[in-house]
């Protein structure tokens, strides 16, 4: 399993417009792309500007053509609520550590 974590700062005016974004534009852009498997959305309780949402990816190659094909768009749809542009980072998801994880998202 592979993961992206976008990481950004919102304009707090416009973070319920954000979340309806996400939810109704972004969500099924993702939906639609081979490999997707879901997202977690995290705030920060010390920040509430701050957030990340993480993406799970069945391979790492479903992540880097979702990432080559869609994701222009997305950060698009995204720019104007953030203060500054977001920072994506990806990793691969650590199975041994996370056993309860990947069998919640096998069934």
């Not at 639609?32 to 993480?54: A, M, Q, S, Y």
Request: glycine share 2%; proline share 6%; aromatic share 8%.
């Amino acid at each position: 399993m592979y993961a992206r974590m976008l990481e950004g700062n919102l304009k707090l005016e416009k973070k319920p417009e954000f979340l309806t974004k996400v939810r109704q534009e972004i969500l099924p852009i993702l939906k639609r792309h081979t490999g997707f498997v879901d997202i977690i959305g995290l705030e920060n309780e010390t920040k509430p500007e701050k957030f990340c949402i993480l993406s799970l990816w069945h391979t790492k190659n479903d992540a880097e053509r979702y990432e080559r094909e869609a994701f222009p768009k997305v950060n698009e749809i995204v720019k104007p609520f953030l203060t500054m542009p977001m920072v994506v980072n990806t990793f691969m998801v650590e199975t041994t550590i996370s056993e309860h994880v990947i069998a919640a998202v096998a069934a």
